[in-house]
């Protein structure tokens, strides 16, 4: 591919380096390709095809089982997809990895752990560029501090994991996410035991690190999000992407099959149009 | 009386011999429970009993068997516990009942019946001899070299494999290492209280150890500690009362956790 270049001026590695730092910069966040992914032989995904741009804030909805998770560990690296391609920054999500601040959605990990709230942040700053990891540098504990920080919980770091409640557990392991200093972020249902007063909270800090980092959120706070959110995907074994934040009837539908209970809410920030939602009140 | 014991070469090495055992033990054992790998340590530490067997049939050093049969053991139960971690406790019985039956067939086979095949059964730590003394020197190093350098990444393994495969931590190979050493520290547990008892001293100090810290490092520490301080206790016990040294240092593990059990209910209820 680089034959036409002549070996005077730039070495091939160099060049390769060049093209490879302003690829990643210009190439999608995340791009999936027709990815199929099956466990125990059922289909989870179904030949999904995504784009997320750089600095996009996706959220992920659609009904429980629907592949929300698998989807997010499938753009993360953790799962492999039987069929199609996915590409984190151009490269394959395994060799990203460094880039990729991940938080899982399960999050009922051994309460008995004998774990401190830093000792979970500095995990964050792990990289496979060591080889081991005997000790954090001054450099990791003072990140994981800062994490810890932006996520209001630095006065509990010496505390141990199992005595947080839940609402400070997931936002420890969003400073997790955040510690090692990602250029996308991937969470997975990061509200669901955090107050309303703390979701909005933390969905304006997310505002603001969406002006350096791509962000995807799994969420059920469809109201939430709609007033933060570039973009929407549904996913029910199939994804419907949506490059907008707007939410319509169609999307619901396909999601959720009620866009009634939605609508029914009390809406906090207006997610139809308005023409759509005179017209079929329901 | 404790120096007239240590006058005997024989009590210097037990204690030698308990303490290379206690500092391995503190840093797997804690491994062990963080990891709810009991059942499978007791899988590893009955499985080497076939290698026991088997050394006495083919006449190599008992250690050997117990190495290779347990390190076998453990790589096996490494590539099924790797994926699903729930579904690994039969396949860890079977080899359990497999290993010993082995060495019962194997005992069984070899003309006239070894009468030291009870001793790694319960324990044998007075018959200690200073070429053990090295190999389990050796090994204690071996562990706390790995627990040292690798400490981050165990940690991060232990908590949350998923979120440590994606940070570059050799999750694969560190589960098998893991593994590996748990079988070392069986290997060299032989020795001291015997394969029946293995299973108390890996979880016995880490579990009270766990209680009373709130970070990785110090529950190795502690536990270590406790080990050694049972494993003294009781030698000093076996020797006062003339019992068997693997039994008296189990009891006292016992007494001290089910002491400790008593002092947190109270505790509670107060």
Redesign the interface.
Known sequence: MDAGLPASRTTVPEHRAFCKATMAEDKPAIELDRVSFSFNGRNVLENVSLTVNQRDFLAVIGPNGGGKTTLIKVM???LKPQQGTVRVRGEKPADA??H?G?M?QDLH??K?????VM??A???R????RL?????TREDKKAAAEALERLEILDLA???VGRLSGGQRQRLFIA?ALA?DPKILLLDEPTSSVDPEGQTRLYRLLKELNETMTIVVVSHDLMVLSSYVTSVACVARHVHHHDSAEITEGMLEDAYHCPVEIIAHGVPHRVFRTHTYEKEPE | MLLEALSHEFMRNALYAGLLASATCGVIGALVV?N?LAFLSGGIAHAAYGGVGMAFFFGFSPLLGTLGFSLAAALVMAGITLRSKGRSDTVVGVLWAAGMAAGVIFADLTPGYPADLMSYLFGSILTVGHEDLWVMGTMCAGVLFVA??????L??L???P????????PVTFLHFLLLCMIALAVVMLVRVVGLILIVAFLTIPPYMA?QW????A??MALSALLCAVFTVTGLAVSYALNLTSGASIILVAAAAFFADLAVARLRQNA
């Open positions: 993360a690296g953790l990895a460094r990729i991940y899982p990990l051994e008995d752990f004998p774990i401190t000792d979970v500095l995990m964050g792990m990289t496979h560029h081991f990891h005997g000790r954090y010496d505390q141990r997790r090692g | 963080v709810r040292v350098f690798w400490h981050n990444d940690l991060a232990s908590y949350d998923d979120f440590a495969r994606l940070r570059g931590v766990e810290t709130s970070s990785l110090r529950v």
